[in-house]
């Protein structure tokens, strides 16, 4: 099972188009854990309804971390149940992953733009395609075998503001 585990999470950014790896963050977030916690699990823009899934882990395998495993990573993805592309214009800004009282944020995610394009990066926008997906990487040490809710907050092409949650989410292990 470990085995098969560990190869989606190698699989699985090769799966989605649209990808950002994000390592910068920031450790005390603008709004309180208490409204981070009250964000719908749904939005709808553009008569379309957006959600959020969410696949947090820790890497144990040998060698590669050490014996107290790797820092968070967080693979989130942005879709539209409809299966149409995202609103024309919508953002991704910040990420937020919650356990018990703490946070962690990641703030100002931006991505590469492509491979011809490595030392240019650019806000991560997520229309013209039925998902937006992004990385978060370098997180805290929590779990595994933990439950974290991970919220995101989105902007729309007229600069209104959403966030958005998948509540509950089981941070795996990989071995």
């Known amino acids: 099972m470990n085995v098969i585990l560990s190869f989606m999470l190698v699989l699985m950014p090769a799966a989605f188009p649209l ?6 963050t920031k450790q005390s977030p603008p709004v ?25 882990w820790r ?8 014996p107290d495993g790797s820092p968070l990573m967080v693979v989130l993805k942005v879709t539209s149940t409809e299966r149409q592309p995202l609103p024309k214009g919508l953002r991704l800004d910040h990420a937020w992953v919650l356990f018990g009282e703490e946070s962690w944020e990641v703030s100002d995610l931006r991505g590469r733009l492509g491979p011809r394009n ?20 370098n997180g805290p040490k929590w779990g595994p ?29 990989s071995d």
């Open 19 to 24: 990808r950002a790896f994000v390592v910068q």
């Open 32 to 56: 309180s854990v208490k409204d981070l916690r009250e964000a719908p699990i749904q939005v709808v823009l553009d008569n379309k309804t957006l959600q959020m899934s969410a696949y947090p």
């Open 59 to 66: 890497d144990f395998m040998p060698g590669a971390w050490g």
């Open 118 to 137: 490595e030392d240019q990066d650019s806000w991560i926008n997520c229309s013209a395609s039925p998902a937006c997906q992004v990385t978060l990487r």
């Open 145 to 173: 075998r933990v439950r974290v809710d991970v919220v995101v907050h989105l902007t729309d092409s007229a600069g209104k503001e959403y966030f958005l949650q998948a509540p509950n989410q089981y941070v795996q292990r």
